[in-house]
């Protein structure tokens, strides 16, 4: 039965709770002060007695919200974060906010904590009402974690990227514990241990991270698939892969309800083991928080049904569906019996509120702009044009090295191998990071450059880092690199969101496809540019197609002075042609384009290029087209994003808006004539801007597929980029 209260009691953040329940046991021996006094950031003692009673109760209050906010939606996921409460309390309650989750589909337990905390203050949600009002509607919170929530360190969306905001803050942040949560379920994910592997190798010394696996048994719809180890197989894995301090806390052990599962719900306990299930985390929590911050490796495992104390148990309370309301019969069982009573809430927020100093909005490491050192000289080099030519990665490498040198928290990462891409220069500056020195390969255990041989592992450091206050490059294959892509975008869409300025993301991807042709077509994969053009129209991600060596140059800087963007540098690590002065590419970076060369005639055929390679066919058919009496322009596109409209993109919803587009009569002058043809090396949706804008007869040139050839032109020619052909269609197109 709910218990009758007058509203004289109820604390005002409470307006909107539905159900009021009676104090539980003891709440008049426990429950008469917060365990955590003012001015203090943590319990006492994981063994006091008020600290256990406390931390149960903060426990079913997450529990409690999380379901009322998703069932006032009829949709949302409480199941997983439920298994998981006891631990979230605990953590809060010793002092632990800085709270990173692998789990989007914990959102919702997350949004909770935060708001018992009052982090949620600084978005206008005050009241459980608001809490749930709020809860999945725009500008408000989403139903996984973005950037834009306050107090909360990442966002969550695709499984097996929590772990490289944890291990980038411990890098980024020394002394400050960053939990972890690691859905078991995402466990099955190969990205998860093995980037824990690789860092721990290459950092040995930064164990200020705590993965806390959610071992409750089921994923989305089934059975995790590591349902069916035994603890002292769970507890070996994590040992084999180098994790030296294992704690597990299994709630069976204190199951008197005779539960017969391998997986107990600890909410059916009677209260008495309930309160000893409760100090068995909170001890074990403290037991792990101090061993990974006293350097050792660590791990905590709490088992515990999914579901534990809401509507369903196992993968049906994963998540909810229309007509799961509040009313439900059995989401209504649910709460009732959760409620607590409006002292029992108070009693929480002020324990959450202390905690860790403040609200995690005031305390947490990316609630403020991370202080970054100056770079004081970038040594850029302007190669006169015309004169040899030069390697463009290369010439980005000594720019790197000289920002690593200048600030020792960068990190420049690589699968591949920076020697590979012509950017070795990189690995001289920097040293490859690794235990064993060998001067022979530039390596040593205090490099600045991160080569572990997985893109997810490379993307996730460096853009993590980025996000979490720290400059950083990674560097792939443009052939590889959308193995992790899908780390880069959650970052990048998260910093158009994000409440304070940080780093730009930046990549170089190298040795595009034209460059690869005696390596077939498994390292000819253009069409990762796709990727990066869908992004463009969200109004911070800027792909940037350096001409030549000195423009890369121009490029990398002006990545270096943006904030919160993504930005991406594609360039060939063949020696080419100098093009361009460092003032064309300024330019071109603020109006999209530059114009390299103007041969008159009796009628215009305008090129549109992209890329450094395909130009050298385009000034072929310049010439031929000239000697034919026909005129041509040779326009470089540089930063496609500058070339849309602005209403082509959401620009001026993003943090650190940049609303810099070319204007309609400069686009004239660069694209004005009699036809227009595009031509990538890539994929044509890079073309997009122009073609919407030009009026012009127009057509496009772009990859088709790879092959095997011996040379760039016969891999250029199989995709029908050669100058017979332009000449050929741009006669076409003029008639």
Known sequence: MTAVTTPSTIPAFCEGILHFGKPPGDFDRYGQSPVIAAGQRAIPSPTDEAAVYQTLLAADALRYLTLQVTASKASGHPGGFASIADGIA?????GYKNLITEVGHHAPGFYSTMFLDRSLEAMGIETVQQLCDRFRETHGLLGHLSGQIPGLLNPAGPLGQGQHFAMAAAKLYPGTLFPVTIGDGG???PYVMSSFGHFHTAYPQITNFLPILVWNGYSQEHHSMVSTQSNQEMVAYWRG??????????????????????YVDSTLFSFQQRLAFAQAVLEAT??????????TLTVLIIKQLKGAGVHKRGAKAHNLYPGDT????YILKALTELALPPEAWQLVRTNFERAMGGSAAQTAVTESVRPLPSISEVPLQEFPVNADKQVATTAMGTLAGAVGQQDADFVVTNADGNAASGINNINQALTIRHPTPDQGYYQGPHGQVYEPLSEDACAGLAAAQALLGGRSLWCSYESFAVNGLPIWQTVTQAMAELRRPTPSTITLFTAGALEQG???WT????????YFAGMMRNGNVFPLFPIDANSIQVCYEWALATRNQGITITASKSALPIRTTFEQTRQALQRGAVELQTTPGQSTIVFAVIGDMPLIPVYEAAEQLAARGVGSRIVAIVSPRRLYRPSDTAWETCAEADGGFLEDAEFEKLFSGDALIGITGGTSAMLEPVMLRSRLSRDVFAWRRGETTATPTQLMALNGLTAEAFVKRALALLG
Not at 286 to 295: C, F
Not at 523 to 530: A, G, L, S
């Open 518 to 520: 005696r390596n077939g």
């Open 90 to 94: 605990a953590l809060v309650m010793l």
């Open 326 to 329: 509040v009313d439900r019969d």
């Open 187 to 189: 466990l099955g994910e």
């Open 523 to 530: 390292h000819q994969r253009p069409e990762i540019e796709n």
């Open 286 to 295: 403290d037991k792990a928080a101090g061993a990974a911050l006293g350097g």
């Open 241 to 262: 892969n180098g994790f030296q301090n294992v704690i597990l806390v299994d709630a069976k052990d204190y199951d008197d309800a005779n539960q017969p599962e391998a």
